[in-house]
């Protein structure tokens, strides 16, 4: 068992993660850490369910028991991971069976040390830059177990080291482990669920090569379905069909060129796919409502 206390104040002045809240700026300050506990630490008799404006991750590696959160009960068997926001009833340290869990405790701070008090979910969405479903809690397989802990295990390995980069260290790996969560933890809370792996693989063909003519054929060849097929799929998926998805990034990547450079109309077109200029310009202006070079000026006049 391996346990880290914070044992002095003070917020760091790294802004990897940083969140920006109602006009203050708030970084993360790790309060404690413990990998493969596997019993209650002080009297038994104190542990019951409680609240707090803090953040703790727990991850049960072995044993079974009984963890409580928003006052209901869940099994804690290995591989649980229990997500616990500021103000939520909650008792992970169970004293109903012999539950072994690695922990973290987190908190973020502004300057004068007030803390914020979002939801996961919401303090999930501020990096993801998405709307997302929280599963909380939720079951991980033997791999994923393995790589949580071990991104627990080094942030309990930083908490307490005392570097010239050691902030900047920690946070970076507090970073990998949200991003762990995210993926693992967290779905897409959009209508359609979370899109097809061959219907994803299309789309990115298509980002890597929107400036090439492409046929609907080789999409369907390369996502393995049928022309219709890939048209209804990728259409449910991403609401739009595949090629005016490509004309979609198309007109934007002109716009962002009319925006940041110098380049005549005609090299812009020609950079974007379209060796047509009269065709550009009357697509370009179907789209936006102005003509390419209206939207120069307007933008340099801006």
Same mark, same amino acid.
């Given at each position: 068992?391996?346990r880290y206390v914070?044992?002095? #104040?003070?917020?760091?002045g790294?802004?990897v993660l940083?969140? =920006?809240?109602?006009?203050?700026?708030?970084r993360p300050v790790?309060l404690?850490?413990?990998i493969?506990?596997d019993r209650?630490?002080?009297?038994?008799?104190?542990?019951r369910?409680h609240r707090?404006?803090l953040?703790?991750?727990v991850l049960y590696?072995?044993g079974?028991?009984?963890? =409580?959160?928003?006052?209901l009960?869940?099994?804690?068997?290995?591989?649980?991971?229990?997500?616990?926001s500021?103000g939520?009833?909650?008792?992970?340290?169970t004293r109903?069976?012999?539950?072994?869990?690695s922990e973290?405790t987190?908190?973020?701070?502004n300057e004068?040390c007030?803390p914020l008090?979002l939801?996961?979910?919401?303090?999930?969405e501020q990096?993801?830059g998405?709307?997302?479903?929280l599963h #909380?809690?939720?079951?991980?397989?033997?791999?994923e177990i393995?790589v949580l802990?071990?991104?627990?295990?080094?942030i309990?390995?930083l908490a307490?080291?005392?570097h010239?980069l050691s902030?900047?260290y920690l946070?970076?790996?507090?970073?990998k482990?949200?991003?762990?969560i995210v993926q693992?933890c967290v779905k897409?809370a959009?209508?359609?669920?979370?899109a097809?792996?061959r219907v994803?693989?299309v789309?990115q063909?298509i980002e890597?090569?929107?400036?090439?003519p492409i046929?609907?054929?080789?999409?369907s060849?390369l996502?393995?379905?049928?022309?219709?097929?890939l048209?209804r799929?990728?259409?449910?998926a991403?609401?739009?069909?595949?090629l005016?998805?490509?004309?979609?990034?198309?007109?934007?990547?002109?716009r962002?060129?009319?925006?940041?450079?110098?380049?005549?109309c005609?090299?812009i077109?020609a950079r974007c796919?379209?060796d047509?200029?009269h065709?550009f310009?009357? =697509?370009?202006?179907?789209?936006f409502?102005?003509?390419?070079q209206?939207?120069?000026?307007?933008?340099v006049?801006?």
């Open positions: 068992m391996y914070r044992n002095k #104040n003070g917020v760091s790294c802004n940083r969140i =920006l809240h109602d006009k203050d700026i708030y790790v404690h850490t413990t493969a506990q209650p630490v002080g009297d038994i008799q104190t542990f369910e707090h404006n953040y703790h991750i590696t072995a079974s028991g009984v963890c =409580l959160l928003n006052r009960e869940y099994p804690a068997k290995p591989g649980t991971v229990i997500l616990v500021p939520q009833p909650h008792d992970f340290i109903f069976g012999n539950a072994v869990y973290l987190l908190a973020f701070e004068q007030e008090t939801p996961f979910e919401e303090l999930l990096w993801a998405a709307q997302i479903d #909380n809690p939720m079951r991980l397989s033997d791999a393995s802990n071990a991104v627990l295990t080094e309990a390995d307490g080291v005392e010239l902030d900047f946070q970076y790996a507090l970073l482990l949200l991003h762990f693992a897409p959009a209508s359609g669920g979370i097809d792996e994803i693989r789309r063909y890597q090569h929107y400036n090439t046929r609907i054929e080789e999409l060849q996502a393995g379905f049928s022309k219709g097929y048209f799929a990728f259409r449910k991403f609401g739009v069909a595949p005016e998805y490509q004309k979609q990034l198309r007109l934007e990547a002109a962002t060129l009319l925006r940041a450079t110098a380049l005549r005609s090299e077109a796919g379209y047509n200029i065709f310009h009357r =697509l370009f202006k179907q789209t409502g102005v003509t390419p209206q939207y120069r000026k307007n933008i006049g801006s």
